[in-house]
């Protein structure tokens, strides 16, 4: 019984594992309701031991590493030992081993796939040193081929233009590349050269460390904030495109791994999609540091993982009232689901769910002024996956967990989960995935004739996500949407 852990970080996180059993996972900032909380907490180990009490504990880097390119580059303090977490929630009395950061990522990906062979891209903004590292995966292990080291790294420059817009560094990211879609990309080439001493993907070399942000940087054009994100976006893009190009050149797999923080960003992965270098694709559905926690465990055993989805945390054990639920939607309310398992990943995909029909005119306004988000924030499309290619052009079979983007097909009718071009990130969903979120949909889809509803997550900006039965309570309390 081994406990992965990720911590002293953003968005701390734990994960028990049996042999190859993923018995449960979790995030701390559920239990202390403080967004991205990077500290382990006493709740989240004691709903960890519902589950089994750990024999080992694996750390998801190695501290004396990171504790050098702290020290190198300026951070204080620059020593944080883990155990020090461990003694605060109990947990210091277990033998505790250590992993290197880009290989939990690494092995994150691989374990919890069903490749026997694969390549494997990490982009994050800083492991302990790797920024960038590409490995070769097969039935001997995980090998690193390459890797580019701090300071230069392409997530910092993604981050520091975050900061740059005034949005919350290593949070809103996605928020950046959401506003990407009302830009145009109009100084891409600048923002290369003007950044860049060096751009020829995989390798890479930035003019500036931006580890504390580029808000130096003087916009004389008066570039508008939409054609920054853009271009920011593109440039991202280009370097993913680049990279995985390089590889399938040189590396023989025809599966590709893609983990790190940068592999949330679903519209950069449709790009590499659209390439058809590769027969599959896996991203892990928790690819940034949390997920590590998982990631950490497999790369310590180098075993296989039995990935049976990402519904791993609490569990709000209640029974739902299905014909309700469909009948509120039908009224034109939105409904809030918290039951079963919690969602280990970033993204609510049906048991932490916010759902509304997403063919009404205003349904994108009334969600994002209840979610207290940005107006041209998107939302994304819930569909029962054998109607998925009726609706969107998607550059893959399936995307159970919203990973991918595709163009909408029928854009004047689904205008809730249309996103200003067109697009939408999409989630497919099959009775394996989420047999509950299927029956809503069927029965919607028997209702109504429309096999979509838009699904975000049960929150509102700027907190976690609903973990318990008393936090949805909460959450009903003060919003006035019936929670199911």
Same mark, same amino acid.
């Given at each position: 019984?081994? /406990?992965?852990?990720?911590?002293?970080?953003?968005?701390?996180?734990?994960?028990?594992?049996?042999?190859?059993?993923?018995?449960?996972?979790?995030? $701390?900032?559920?239990?202390?309701?403080?967004?991205?909380?990077?500290?382990?907490?006493?709740?989240?180990?004691?709903?960890?031991?519902?589950?089994?009490?750990?024999?080992?504990?694996?750390?998801?880097?190695?501290?004396?590493?990171?504790?050098?390119?702290?020290? #190198?580059?300026?951070?204080?303090?620059?020593?944080?030992?883990?155990?020090?977490? %461990?003694?605060?929630?109990?947990?210091?009395?277990?033998?505790?081993? #250590?992993?290197?950061?880009?290989?939990?990522?690494?092995?994150?990906?691989?374990?919890?796939?069903?490749?026997?062979?694969?390549?494997?891209?990490?982009?994050?903004?800083?492991?302990?040193?790797?920024?960038? =590292?590409?490995?070769?995966?097969?039935?001997?292990?995980?090998?690193?081929?390459?890797?580019?080291? #701090?300071?230069?790294?392409?997530?910092?420059?993604?981050?520091?233009?975050?900061?740059?817009?005034?949005?919350?560094?290593?949070?809103?990211?996605?928020?950046?590349?959401?506003?990407?879609?009302?830009?145009?990309?109009?100084?891409?080439?600048?923002?290369?050269?003007?950044?860049?001493?060096?751009?020829?993907?995989?390798?890479?070399?930035?003019?500036?460390?931006?580890?504390?942000?580029?808000?130096?940087? =003087?916009?004389?054009?008066?570039?508008?904030?939409?054609?920054?994100?853009?271009?920011?976006?593109?440039?991202?893009?280009?370097?993913?495109?680049?990279?995985?190009?390089?590889?399938?050149?040189?590396?023989?797999?025809?599966?590709?791994?893609?983990?790190?923080?940068?592999?949330?960003?679903?519209? $950069?992965?449709?790009?590499?999609?659209? /390439?058809?270098?590769?027969?599959?694709?896996?991203?892990?559905?928790?690819?940034?540091?949390?997920? +590590?926690?998982?990631? $950490?465990?497999?790369?310590?055993?180098?075993?296989?993982?039995?990935?049976?989805?990402?519904?791993?945390?609490?569990?709000?054990?209640?029974?739902?009232?299905?014909?309700?639920?469909?009948?509120?939607?039908?009224?034109?309310?939105?409904?809030?689901?918290?039951?079963?398992?919690?969602?280990?990943?970033?993204?609510?995909?049906?048991?932490?769910? %916010?759902?509304?029909?997403?063919?009404?005119?205003?349904?994108?306004?009334?969600?994002?002024?209840?979610?207290?988000?940005?107006?041209?924030?998107?939302?994304?499309?819930?569909?029962?996956?054998? #109607?998925?290619?009726?609706?969107?052009?998607?550059?893959?079979?399936?995307?159970?967990?919203?990973?991918?983007?595709?163009?909408?097909?029928?854009?004047?009718?689904?205008?809730?989960?249309?996103?200003?071009?067109?697009?939408?990130?999409?989630?497919?969903?099959?009775?394996?995935?989420?047999?509950?979120?299927?029956?809503?949909?069927?029965?919607?889809?028997?209702?109504?004739?429309?096999?979509?509803?838009?699904?975000?997550?049960?929150?509102?900006?700027?907190?976690?996500?609903?973990? +318990?039965?008393?936090?949805?309570?909460?959450?009903?309390?003060?919003?006035?949407?019936?929670?199911?």
């Amino acid at each position: 019984m081994i /406990l992965g852990i990720t911590g002293q970080n953003h968005d701390a996180s734990m994960a028990l594992i049996d042999g190859s059993d993923i018995l449960w996972a979790g995030h $701390a900032e559920r239990y202390s309701r403080v967004k991205n909380d990077d500290v382990i907490n006493r709740a989240i180990v004691d709903d960890m031991r519902q589950y089994g009490d750990p024999d080992h504990v694996i750390w998801f880097e190695r501290p004396l590493l990171k504790s050098l390119r702290r020290l #190198y580059s300026g951070q204080r303090p620059w020593y944080e030992h883990p155990r020090d977490q %461990l003694k605060s929630v109990g947990l210091d009395h277990i033998p505790v081993e #250590y992993v290197g950061h880009h290989a939990s990522h690494a092995a994150g990906g691989f374990y919890t796939s069903t490749f026997d062979n694969a390549s494997i891209l990490v982009v994050d903004a800083i492991g302990e040193w790797n920024s960038v =590292s590409i490995w070769v995966a097969d039935d001997t292990g995980i090998r690193p081929i390459w890797s580019k080291n #701090y300071p230069n790294s392409m997530g910092l420059f993604y981050t520091a233009f975050t900061d740059y817009l005034g949005l919350k560094p290593n949070e809103e990211e996605y928020i950046l590349m959401g506003m990407a879609a009302y830009g145009r990309p109009v100084i891409k080439e600048y923002l290369k050269q003007e950044f860049f001493k060096r751009f020829e993907g995989p390798d890479f070399e930035l003019r500036h460390n931006l580890h504390r942000g580029c808000r130096w940087w =003087s916009n004389t054009a008066c570039i508008s904030r939409f054609d920054i994100a853009a271009s920011v976006q593109a440039v991202m893009e280009d370097y993913l495109v680049e990279t995985v190009r390089w590889i399938r050149e040189h590396l023989p797999s025809k599966n590709l791994i893609f983990m790190g923080g940068c592999a949330l960003n679903c519209v $950069a992965n449709s790009r590499i999609a659209e /390439l058809n270098l590769y027969d599959n694709i896996w991203i892990m559905p928790n690819p940034g540091d949390a997920g +590590s926690a998982i990631g $950490a465990v497999a790369a310590y055993t180098q075993q296989r993982l039995q990935w049976c989805g990402p519904l791993l945390g609490t569990n709000i054990d209640r029974e739902l009232d299905f014909d309700s639920i469909v009948q509120d939607l039908q009224a034109g309310h939105v409904v809030a689901v918290a039951n079963g398992r919690a969602e280990f990943g970033p993204r609510a995909l049906g048991n932490r769910s %916010l759902l509304c029909d997403p063919r009404g005119p205003d349904a994108k306004a009334r969600m994002n002024r209840l979610k207290r988000r940005e107006e041209f924030r998107p939302f994304a499309p819930a569909i029962l996956e054998e #109607y998925t290619h009726d609706y969107f052009d998607l550059p893959v079979l399936d995307s159970p967990y919203m990973q991918f983007v595709g163009v909408c097909q029928h854009q004047d009718e689904l205008p809730g989960i249309c996103h200003v071009d067109g697009t939408s990130r999409i989630q497919t969903v099959t009775e394996q995935d989420n047999p509950n979120f299927r029956i809503i949909l069927e029965l919607w889809k028997e209702k109504t004739g429309c096999p979509i509803l838009m699904n975000t997550s049960l929150n509102v900006k700027g907190e976690p996500l609903v973990n +318990s039965w008393e936090d949805a309570l909460r959450w009903q309390k003060i919003n006035s949407v019936r929670v199911y």
